[in-house]
């Protein structure tokens, strides 16, 4: 059975830095691309970062470009996400989430870690 | 990376159909092939039910098909039932190697 866990969410202050872990098992992790979707409070989904198979290839939305960093460790089975600077507005469940064979197709997911920032 | 435009409710009766529509741009929805839809239970993460504008993943009941035409995608559920109740969510690729999601669409069954 394919599993996504998260983990790492939690209260932190503007201007912080949070790590989240997602721990994949039930398939061979190394074979698929992985992403990263939040979904603020009482809103809608948002994709923030892909990551390729190798970590040759990263991608990342405008609004997380240059604080948010992507990594993963195939001998650990694991993905991450290195969250700095957080503002108010990156409140919000993150998902990772596993690429299928096209783009936006995520057929597995993550049960969601809230990360909350405030003062 | 504009979010794509879905309607903020649609409603419909047991047994019913209903169609959402999803709105892009020629950037995203009108470009590529690349359309899929999900669905979503309050506190729940996203369930894939649509990929690749028309294609169902196995175990995806066929009363949910998809479509589209130009920068407008659509989702249609056909014999509505109590368990459709959830909100939905349209994706695109947007090119670029970016994703977009709609705002999503919330889904009553009266």
């Known amino acids: 059975e394919v599993q996504l866990v998260e983990s790492g969410g939690g209260l932190v202050q503007p201007g912080g830095s949070l790590r989240l872990s997602c721990a994949a098992s039930?398939?061979?992790?190394?074979?698929?691309?992985m992403s990263w979707v939040r979904q603020a409070p009482g809103k809608g989904l948002e994709w923030l970062s892909y990551?390729?198979?190798?970590?040759?290839?990263?991608y990342y939305a405008d609004s997380v470009e240059g604080r948010f960093t992507i990594s993963r460790d195939n001998a650990k089975n694991s993905l991450y996400l290195q969250m700095n600077s957080l503002r108010d507005d990156d409140t919000a469940v993150y998902y990772c989430a596993r690429d299928e064979t096209s783009w936006g197709s995520y057929r597995y997911w993550g049960q969601g870690a809230l990360v909350t920032v405030s003062p | 990376q504009s979010a794509l435009t879905q309607p903020a409710s649609v409603s419909g009766s047991p047994g019913q159909s209903i169609t959402i529509s999803c709105t892009g741009t020629?950037?995203?929805?009108?470009?590529?092939?690349?359309v899929s839809w999900y669905q979503q239970h309050p506190g729940k993460a996203p369930k894939l039910m649509i990929y690749e504008v028309s294609k169902r993943p196995s175990g995806v009941s066929n009363r949910f098909s998809g479509s589209k035409s130009g920068n407008t995608a659509s989702l249609t559920i056909s014999g509505l039932q109590t368990e459709d109740e959830a909100d939905y969510y349209c994706?695109?690729?947007?090119?670029?190697?970016?994703?977009?999601f709609g705002g999503g669409t919330k889904l009553t069954v009266l």
């Open positions: 990551i390729s198979r190798s970590s040759s290839t990263i």
């Open positions: 994706c695109s690729y947007a090119g670029s190697r970016t994703v977009v």
């Open positions: 020629s950037s995203d929805v009108g470009s590529y092939d690349l």
């Open positions: 039930g398939f061979t992790f190394s074979s698929y691309s």
